[in-house]
Nanobody, 120 residues
Framework: QVQLVESGGGLVQAGGSLRLSCAASGRTFSSYAMKWFRQALGKEREFVAAINRSGGGTYYANSVKGRFTISRDNAKNTVYLQMNSLKPEDTAVYYC?????????????WGQGTQVTVSS
């Protein structure tokens, strides 16, 4: 398994942008498909985006398609989530996860989460 640490969350106004990062430990990062999930207060966790091992394939939830971009740098053991045109409904704790399958399937490792708050 890999250990995952998210960063980059914060408070932003509606229409603004944030870039989340997820740093992974270990030398096997490139063997994992990576995903971002989010969980708003009082709601269930939901899928946001996924990227395959090489970074050549991506998949998005309809709610973020066209606004969010997932990418990875295997040399830096890091996956990113660029979030543009943020809306108040994007407010949530964002988690990165590592797994064997893309774009679905279960995840083997999870980060601790980073809070994103979008004010109206």
């Amino acid at each position: 398994q890999v250990q995952l640490v998210e960063s980059g969350g914060g408070l932003v106004q509606a229409g603004g942008s944030l870039r989340l990062s997820c740093a992974a430990s270990g030398r096997t990062f490139s063997s994992y498909a990576m995903k971002w999930f989010r969980q708003a207060l009082g709601k269930e966790r939901e899928f946001v985006a996924a990227i395959n091992r090489s970074g050549g394939g991506t998949y998005y939830a309809n709610s973020v398609k066209g606004r969010f971009t997932i990418s990875r740098d295997n040399a830096k053991n890091t996956v990113y989530l660029q979030m543009n045109s943020l809306k108040p409904e994007d407010t949530a704790v964002y988690y990165c996860a590592a797994g064997q399958s893309f774009p679905g399937g279960s995840s083997d490792s999870w980060g601790q989460g980073t809070q994103v708050t979008v004010s109206s």
